[in-house]
């Protein structure tokens, strides 16, 4: 009779074992957000957790962004990241929910969501931001750096603003951001590695940014940084760099949250053409294109045919 109850003991114990395993296992390599395990597990379930699964480089730092003001190396993994454009044509596309599903949701610069949460999700894990929409911020900075808060904030810009020295005056604004909000989490980008997305640029274009007249874009600093940080990147939003002589053009605002503001394909050609301080926003989308036939990346709403 011991015998028999022992058997079953061990024969459920071992189920248990196996059920749990498995359950880990999945959850460990499923795109659903890790905090919608944290009511079953507790609060000691973390993303640490979840993104910790070697041999991935999820524990590598990534030298080229330094925390304000410790100047600690960002350590972030993304199973999978949903880059959200502040494109118009985010708009009417109800991919909200979809990018909700995401492990990481990334957007830039200021980019809100209140209001638009049918068409760009609710969450908010990473922001990209240039040095020039650093003041918008600021102009809010309860609502984005107060308690409560979990957005990692990436910054990028030219050395004489981000420069350490008290001359910096956007970093003077992020140093003075993290003082009046302990809790907030902003990393800048360093020179090093500004010049070396300039390097980037020259290779797959074979122009030097600084003569050809261009500035990159908040996108193009994106998707550098999410091929490092990322296993599977979903681009939402972003038009590749024929659509505006496309059959299928849709005319749409250059910012889904500025209606009526100036039309987005009008605003890409005129700096493409810029002698001087333009974005090439069409040129970099081709680029883009490139990177998506060798690296896990996905554009959609609307969705690209790669060639």
Not at 1 to 14: A, D
Not at 87 to 108: F, K, V
Not at 122 to 133: A, G, K, N
Not at 235 to 260: L, Q, W
Request: one cysteine or more; glycine letters at 6%; charged letters at 20%.
């Amino acid at each position: 009779m011991f015998w028999q109850h022992f058997r079953k003991s061990v024969i459920v114990s071992s189920s248990l074992i196996v059920v749990l395993c498995l359950f880990l296992v999945v959850m460990n390599y499923s795109e659903k957000p890790y905090f919608l395990l944290q009511p079953m597990l507790g609060q000691s379930f973390s993303r640490t957790w979840m993104f910790s699964r070697a041999p991935h480089k999820a524990f590598r730092p990534h030298y080229g962004y330094l925390s304000v003001p410790s100047q600690k190396p960002l350590k972030l993994h993304c199973e999978v990241c949903s880059i959200v454009s502040s494109s118009g044509q985010m708009l009417d596309r109800e991919a909200g929910p979809d990018i909700d599903q995401s492990s990481c949701i990334w957007r830039m610069n200021n980019a809100p969501t209140r209001g638009f949460e049918r068409d760009v999700g609710h969450r908010t894990d990473l922001r990209v931001v240039s040095h020039t929409s650093v003041p918008l911020l600021i102009q809010k900075p309860q609502h984005f750096f107060g308690q409560g808060n979990e957005t990692v904030y990436v910054v990028w810009g030219p050395f004489r603003n981000m420069r350490q020295d008290g001359k910096g005056i956007v970093y003077n604004m992020l140093k003075q951001a993290v003082e009046n909000y302990p809790h907030a989490r902003i990393y800048v980008t360093t020179e090093e590695r500004m010049n070396y997305c300039d390097t980037v640029f020259k290779k797959e274009t074979g122009k030097d940014r600084i003569q050809s007249g261009s500035y990159l874009s908040t996108g193009w600093f994106t998707l550098i940084l999410a091929m490092d940080m990322c296993k599977e990147i979903r681009v939402y939003g972003m038009i590749n760099d024929t659509y505006c002589k496309s059959e299928s053009f849709r005319k749409v605002p250059y910012h889904y949250y500025e209606a009526g503001s100036r039309d987005e394909c009008a605003e890409y050609l005129l700096h493409e053409s810029a002698p001087y301080g333009g974005h090439r926003f069409i040129t970099e989308k081709a680029v883009f294109a490139k990177w998506a036939k060798s690296h896990p990346i996905k554009f959609l709403s609307p969705e690209w045919q790669l060639s």
